[in-house]
Structures are given as structure tokens and as C-alpha cells.
């Protein structure tokens, strides 16, 4: 008797522990907290009004709808979107984050649910720079949180001079101002850039590495990368995705002509 008891209570305690440490899913969630970036026209800016728009606002809208949930979005800097998904401050990221093998190691993501394309932004005036090659000894802002610089630098082997910035609007201002040469990071941040620039800057459309533009979640939660994945194929299957990219960067100088259907990562 005095066995059993004791097999019972550690058999309560196990399966209370186990209860108590199972992370929750988005899937269970009446409303979903979305991380998506405030500082990027056409992407994710803040308009006067506090209120937020751009291409992953509206991704963002229409996959909690999908999901069946409502939508509460809090703005996230770029150094800043992976704690916020690990302290459980936003329960996804929409916020140009490129799926890659070192993120992952740290966070979950769905998706991708956009390919867009590494490019490089000058001033009007620049003659000198038309591919990534040509920063070799030239300066190149290196925002806080964007591996981008550094991947230019370490993979493909340019030996470009990385001035740190706070954010992309540093970036255009040192730009502007001689101080930097060159912006490089994906096309949609890039175009939108350009577009509150009006004029002072352009796109190179040089396009020297495509990007994996994912849904970041916490680890773990496979229900929840499974349903955002439907949602993002039902997305492209209607139609949705291809009009919020028109709508966004129709008149941006990005080539839209094709837009390509993502292959999924994966849930595990």
C-alpha cells in the first residue's frame, strides 16, 4: 500500500511538472501579440497617429484573422526580436526577419511568407559602387541587430569599413551627409527607405543574395508553426500575398513581375 501511494503522489507531481512547463501554443491564444518594426516606411512605420502600417502590418492583420484571432501589435527594434519572443513579450515576429541557421539555434519560425533580396542603397550621385564588390574599402552602416554588414564582410570576403547606426534612419541621414557610403540590407527596408528619401538616394537593384523572410516564434510550438504555415499557403493561394506586395512596393522600383511562392522550413 505504502508503494503505491508513493507511486501515485510522484505520478501527481510528474504530471502536474509537466502541466506547468509545457509551452503554450499560439493556436490556443483569443489573441495574438505581434512584434513588427515601427522605423521602416512601407515595411512597418509608425504614422503620427501611433497607429502602424506597411507590408508586415497587414501580413501580420490577415494571419490572426486566419488564425481566428484578434491582433495586438507592439513595435520591436531589430536588436530586439529575439528576446522579445523568448521573454514572451510578443507571441510572433513580423518584423523583415531572414530565416537563417544561427537564428534558428535560438528561435522558432514559420514561413517564409516573402523572398525578397540583399541590395545595396547609394546616394543619387554614386557612380562608383554597382555591386556588392565595389565597398571594398568603402563605408557601410551597420544598423544594431542586422547581420547583414557583417555577413558581407565575413562570407563574401569584401572588406567594406562598418560604421554602426541605431537604426535605418541613421543610416539615411549618414548617408545623405557623406559620412557612409552605402546601405545594404533587404530590398522592401531599402525601398521604402528610398521613398521618405525622395530623390536622394536610389536603389542599385543588384540583388546579390536572395532572403528568407520568416515568421520568428518561440521554440517548440509545432501546432503553431503548422497553422501559420496553412495560413501563409492561403495566403498566396487567393491572392493576398501578391496584392499586399503590389500595394506596398507597386511604385517602389522593385521588380514584381514574379513574385515567388516560398518553400516552408519546416516545423520541428
Not at 505581434?34 to 503620427?48: A, E, F, I, T, Y
Not at 533587404?186 to 536610389?202: E, K, S, W
Not at 515568421?215 to 493561394?237: H, L
Amino acid at each position: 500500500m505504502r508503494i503505491r501511494a508513493v507511486l501515485a503522489v510522484l505520478g501527481l507531481i510528474l504530471t502536474t511538472g509537466c502541466g506547468s512547463t509545457a509551452p503554450e501554443s499560439i493556436v490556443d491564444k483569443p489573441t495574438l501579440v505581434v512584434g513588427v518594426r515601427s522605423d521602416l516606411p512601407l515595411v512597418g512605420w509608425q504614422r503620427d497617429d501611433g497607429s502602424l502600417e506597411g507590408l508586415d502590418v497587414d501580413v501580420a492583420r490577415d494571419l490572426a484573422g486566419r488564425l481566428g484571432a484578434d491582433l495586438e501589435l507592439v513595435p520591436v527594434r531589430a536588436a530586439d526580436r529575439e528576446s522579445a519572443l523568448l521573454t514572451g513579450k510578443v507571441d510572433l515576429v513580423l518584423a523583415v526577419f531572414s530565416i537563417t541557421q544561427d537564428r534558428k539555434t535560438r528561435v522558432g519560425f514559420a514561413g517564409p511568407y516573402f523572398l525578397s533580396y540583399q541590395d545595396l542603397l547609394v546616394r543619387r550621385d554614386e557612380t562608383a559602387i554597382r555591386t556588392v564588390r565595389d565597398l571594398a574599402g568603402r563605408r557601410l552602416c551597420a544598423v544594431a541587430g542586422s547581420n547583414v554588414p557583417d555577413r558581407i564582410v565575413k562570407e563574401k570576403g569584401v572588406p567594406a569599413v562598418l560604421v554602426p547606426a541605431a537604426d535605418y534612419g541613421a543610416c539615411v541621414s549618414m548617408l545623405r551627409d557623406r559620412r557612409i557610403d552605402a546601405i545594404a540590407t533587404n530590398d522592401v527596408i531599402l525601398a521604402g527607405l528610398a521613398h521618405q528619401a525622395g530623390g536622394a538616394v536610389r536603389l542599385l537593384n543588384a540583388r546579390y543574395s536572395q532572403e528568407r523572410t520568416g515568421v520568428g516564434m518561440r521554440p517548440g510550438d509545432v501546432a503553431g508553426c503548422e497553422a501559420v504555415n496553412r495560413a501563409i499557403t492561403e495566403m498566396y493561394q487567393d491572392g493576398t500575398a501578391q496584392r499586399l506586395a503590389h500595394t506596398w512596393f507597386g511604385a517602389s522600383g522593385i521588380d514584381l513581375s514574379t513574385i515567388a511562392v516560398p518553400q516552408f522550413e519546416g516545423c520541428s
